[in-house]
C-alpha cells in the first residue's frame, strides 16, 4: 500500500509502507524486522486496557496526584537545542490533563513526553500491555506520549527498534530511510543531539537545507489500535493531528542489525566517546573547583 506520495520541489518521491491486520509473529520478523522495513499492524490491541479505559477522567482519577515532566516547545517543535534535547518542567498529572482537556494548550506547546509509566505512574501500569511481536524481558520501559494536538516531535532516529502504539486520537508520522540521512542535516556527533535533525519541522529552512526537500519520505496517519514498527536508525518526525496518546516500546535489539548500517553505528559509537569524555571532564572539573583553596 503507497502512503501519500510527497511532492517537493516538482518531484514526486514515493515509498511504499504495508499495513498488515495480525501478522503472526513469524511472518512480521521474517518481513519486517530482519529486513528492518516500517509496517502498520492492525488488530493486534484489540484487547489493550489503555484503548478501553484511559480517558481523561479514569487516569485523573488513578494517577492524578502523581508529578509527571513536561516538555516546552521551542518554534513549534519539542526540542530546546544541540545540547540540551528537551526543555522540561515538573507539574502534577492531574493539571497537565486538565490543561489538555480546556484545550488551553491546543497549540502543542506543552507535551507530556517519554513519561516513563511504570516508575512514573504506577497506577496505570496494571493496564500496560506488550506488543506480542517482542519478549517483554527485552523492553525496559513503556513510555507514555500524551498531547494536546499540534505536538510535534523533531526528526530524529533511535538507536533501538521501536514499536509506536496509537491509544487515543491521531497521529501524522513521516519515515526516512537511514540512507537518507545525509539529506536530513544531522547536529554534529560531538553533540548530545546527533540523532536529531537540524531541520526544524514546522518551519524548515530550505535556503539553509536545500537537499532536504529531495529526501524521499513514507506519510502515515495512526489511529487508535495502529501499531508502527519503526526500525533502529529510520529517522521519524511525529505530529499530534488532534488530542492524542501514545505507547512505544524500545526494546534490546541484537547486535546483527547494527551491521546493516555499520557509517550510522560507527557515527553513534563515536558520539558516545566524545560526550562521555566530555561528561567526563566536566564532572571532573566541578568537582575541582568543589574542592575548599588553600589561604594563606
Known sequence: MSINCSTLGGETYAMNIERLCRPTREEFERRFLRPQRPVVITGAMENWAP????????MKARAGERTIRVSTAHRGVHFKGANQILDYSSMKFSEYIDLVASHEISDGRLYA???PIQKTLPELWPDVAFPPYLDREDCASPNMWFGPGRNVSPLHYDSTHNFLTQI????????FHPDEASRLYPFSFRHHSMHISQVNMVEPDHGRFPEFQRAERMEVVLEPGDMLFIPLFWWHAVFGIEENLSINYWWRTPVSAYLRYPRQTARGVGGLVVNGARSLWNARASKASAQPRATS
Open 51 to 58: 484503548l478501553r479505559h484511559w480517558t481523561n477522567e479514569y
Open 113 to 115: 513526553t517519554v513519561v
Open 168 to 175: 487515543r486520537g491521531k497521529k501524522r508520522v513521516l519515515l
